[in-house]
C-alpha cells in the first residue's frame, strides 16, 4: 500500500511540475508583435505559450507578400479556442510549427459501470486528463485493444443522452435517453470535448479567411476544439506536408485517443479550391479533409422583380454581386444559371419557414433557418419553393487532393461538394462512414453538386466499418445524392465524373456506388472481397450488397 502511494504521489509530482512549467513558457505574442510590419517573421526554435485565454487568438491582417517561419517551434494554446488567425491576407506562407493545447481539447477515460439495460454506463477519466468543463458534445467509444474507435459503434452527442452527469472526482454518468445501444462494454475507452472556461470561445485552430494564394507547409495541428484547419472565402490556398494528428502524452498520462474534436482541413466558399498534398490527417473527430460551399432553400420567388428568398442558419452567406447561382430542383436535378446583381436581408414569415420544413422534414438544425435573404438576379428561371441554390462562384472549384494520407476517424475520410477537381494517389484507412463520399448532403444543406471529377489510384482499406445506419450514404469511393423525398434523382445531380484505378480492400459491399450521374465513366477499379460483418448502411434507399458494385440512374 506504502508503494502504491509513493507511485501515485510521484505521478502527481511529474503531472504537477509539467503543469508549471507549460506556465512558465516564454509568451508568443510579444515575440510576433515586435515583427509587425516584417516581410519574415521569425518564431526562434522553442516551445511558447499563446496566452489566448487572455487575448484570445493571435490576428495577422492584411499582410502581403509575408512569411512566418516556426522554425520548428511548438506553440501551446492555454484555452480551447482558435489559435492563429489570418484575414484578408496575400501571398503569404506559414511554415514549420506545431499547435497543441493545455488544457487538451478533450478528454478521455474507461467505461468502469454499465445498465445492463442500455440505459446508462459511467466513466472513469484516465491520469492527467480534464475533468473540468467536460462536455458530452461527441462522444466516442474506443477498443482498449487497438486503442482505434470501436467497430460496429457510433459516435453519440447530447441528443442520444437525458442526462449526464458528474459522479466523482474523476467520474461521469452518462444516462441515456432510450436503450440505444453502441456495442459499448466495460473496459471500452471512452472520449468527450473539454471547452474553455471562457464564454462563446472561437472555434478551430488555423484559420485563413478571405485569403488568396496562401501557402501552408509543415504546420502540426495537434487538437482543436473544432476544425484544426479552416479556410473560408479564399483563394487558391496550398496546404503541403501538414499533418493532424494525436499529440504527445505528458509523463503519467496514458497515450491520447483523438486529435480535433470534428474536421481535419475544411475549405468552405473557396473561389478557387484548395491543393492539399502530402499531407497526414488522422484521428479525427469527424471528416478529414472536405471541400464545400452552401446550399440555400428557396422559400419565395418574385418573378416580378427577379428575386429569390432563402433561408439561412447563417447571418450573411456569401453571396456577391457578379457571382454564378447554381439553381438545383427540388427533384435534385439541376436547373440554369444566374448571375448575382445583389442581396438584401428580410424577416422570414412563419410561412417561409414552414415552406422549407414541410419540402425538408430531415432538415438538421431545421430552427435554426431563421436568416433571410433576398438575392437579385440577372435571369430568373422557372423555380418553386423547396428548390434551392447556391454560389456556383464559391464551392471551392479547382481543388487537388493528392498523395494524402487520411482517416482512423468516425466519419469520412474525404468529403467532396464540389467541382473541377481531382482526387489523386491518397490512402484512406479505417473510416467509420465513407472513405470518399462526393455529395451535396442536402441534409446538411451543403453545397454544391459535383461537375467534371476525376478519382483515380487511391487506396482504401477497412472503411464503412461503423452500425449500420440505413438512411446513410452507401459505398467506401461513393457519388450519391437523395433529395428532399429521400429519393435517388434522375441522373443530372452530378455531370462528368471519372473513376478508375481505385483499389479497395477489407471494407463491406458495395465499396463503390454511384448514382444520379450524367456522364459516368468508371474503370480499372479493383475491389477485393472480404468476408465481414454486414452492413446496410443506405438500405432505405434500396441499395443492395452482395456485389462491389451498386448504381442507380446514371448515364453515360
Known amino acids: ?7 501515485l504521489s510521484v505521478c502527481a509530482f511529474v503531472l504537477c511540475a509539467t503543469s508549471m512549467q507549460a506556465r512558465q513558457l516564454p509568451e508568443l505574442k510579444p515575440i510576433l508583435d515586435a515583427q509587425a510590419g516584417n516581410a519574415i517573421i521569425e518564431i526562434p526554435a522553442g516551445t511558447y505559450l499563446l496566452n489566448n485565454m487572455t487575448y484570445g487568438a493571435y490576428q495577422f491582417n492584411n499582410l502581403n507578400n509575408v512569411t512566418v517561419k516556426g522554425n520548428g517551434s511548438t506553440i501551446i494554446c492555454n484555452s480551447q479556442e482558435l489559435a492563429l488567425r489570418f ?11 506545431t499547435i497543441d493545447y493545455d488544457p ?5 477515460g474507461v467505461i468502469v459501470a454499465k445498465d445492463p439495460a442500455n440505459l446508462w454506463y459511467e466513466v472513469e477519466i484516465d491520469s492527467g486528463y480534464a475533468v473540468d468543463n467536460v462536455r458530452h458534445s461527441r462522444v466516442q467509444f474506443y477498443d482498449p485493444a487497438t486503442r482505434q474507435l470501436k467497430r460496429n459503434s457510433i459516435t453519440t452527442g447530447e441528443g442520444h443522452y437525458s442526462a449526464f452527469t458528474k459522479i466523482g472526482p474523476r467520474r461521469f454518468k452518462l444516462t441515456k435517453n432510450a436503450a440505444w445501444v453502441a456495442f ?3 473496459g471500452d475507452l471512452v472520449v468527450l470535448d473539454v471547452v474553455s472556461a471562457k464564454a462563446n470561445p472561437a472555434a478551430h485552430a488555423f484559420q485563413l479567411e478571405q485569403c488568396q494564394y496562401a501557402t501552408v507547409q509543415d504546420v502540426t495541428v495537434y487538437g482543436s476544439n473544432s476544425f484544426s484547419f479552416f479556410e473560408r472565402d479564399c483563394k487558391a490556398t496550398h496546404y503541403n506536408r501538414c499533418k493532424v494528428g494525436r499529440g504527445p502524452a505528458k509523463p503519467g498520462m496514458p497515450a491520447r485517443l483523438r486529435s480535433s474534436n470534428a474536421d481535419g482541413i475544411h475549405s468552405s466558399y473557396a473561389s478557387v479550391g484548395p491543393l492539399v ?3 497526414e490527417v488522422k484521428h479525427t473527430g469527424d471528416d478529414c479533409i472536405i471541400v464545400c460551399g452552401r446550399s440555400l432553400p428557396v422559400c419565395r420567388i418574385d418573378s416580378a422583380t427577379k428575386s429569390i428568398y432563402v433561408l439561412s442558419r447563417e447571418g450573411a452567406p456569401i453571396l456577391y454581386a457578379g457571382d454564378t447561382l447554381q439553381h438545383v430542383l427540388y427533384a435534385g436535378v439541376k436547373g440554369g444559371m444566374m448571375k448575382i446583381l445583389s442581396t438584401a436581408t428580410f424577416t422570414p414569415t412563419s410561412a417561409d419557414t414552414h415552406a422549407i420544413n414541410v419540402r425538408y422534414p430531415e432538415l438538421l438544425f431545421k430552427t435554426s433557418y431563421t436568416r433571410g435573404t433576398r438575392i437579385y438576379v440577372d435571369t430568373l428561371p422557372t423555380m418553386d419553393t423547396g428548390d434551392i441554390v447556391y454560389n456556383y462562384t464559391h464551392t471551392g472549384r479547382g481543388f487537388v487532393i493528392r498523395n494524402n494520407k487520411v482517416g482512423y476517424n468516425r ?4 468529403l467532396i461538394k464540389s467541382s473541377n477537381g481531382l482526387v489523386h494517389n491518397n490512402e484512406i484507412t479505417g473510416t467509420a462512414m465513407n472513405g470518399l463520399l462526393v455529395a451535396p448532403e442536402i441534409h446538411w444543406m451543403g453545397g454544391g453538386f459535383a461537375n467534371n471529377v476525376e478519382i483515380c489510384h487511391n487506396l482504401f482499406f477497412e472503411c464503412m466499418f461503423e452500425k449500420t445506419n ?8 461513393s457519388v450519391f445524392y437523395v433529395n428532399g423525398l429521400a429519393q435517388v434523382p434522375a441522373a443530372g445531380a452530378f455531370s462528368n465524373i471519372n473513376i478508375h484505378d481505385n483499389t479497395i480492400q477489407k471494407s463491406p459491399y458495395p465499396a463503390i456506388v454511384y448514382t444520379s450521374v450524367n456522364g459516368i465513366q468508371t474503370s480499372s477499379n479493383v475491389v477485393i472481397p472480404y468476408p465481414c460483418n454486414s452492413r446496410e448502411h443506405g438500405k432505405r434507399f434500396g441499395v443492395t450488397f452482395t456485389a462491389p458494385v451498386w448504381q442507380k440512374n446514371n448515364t453515360p
Do not use: A, H, W
Not at 500500500?1 to 507511485?7: A, D, K, N, Q, S
Not at 484575414?87 to 510549427?97: G, H, S
Not at 466519419?411 to 474525404?414: E, L, M, T, V, Y
Open 1 to 7: 500500500m506504502m508503494l502504491l502511494y509513493r507511485l
Open 87 to 97: 484575414y484578408n491576407c496575400t501571398n503569404i506562407t506559414v511554415q514549420d510549427l
Open 104 to 108: 487538451l481539447c478533450f478528454t478521455q
Open 184 to 186: 459499448e462494454k466495460v
Open 277 to 279: 498534398e502530402n499531407c
Open 411 to 414: 466519419s469520412r475520410g474525404i
Open 470 to 477: 440505413q438512411g446513410m450514404p452507401p459505398g467506401v469511393l
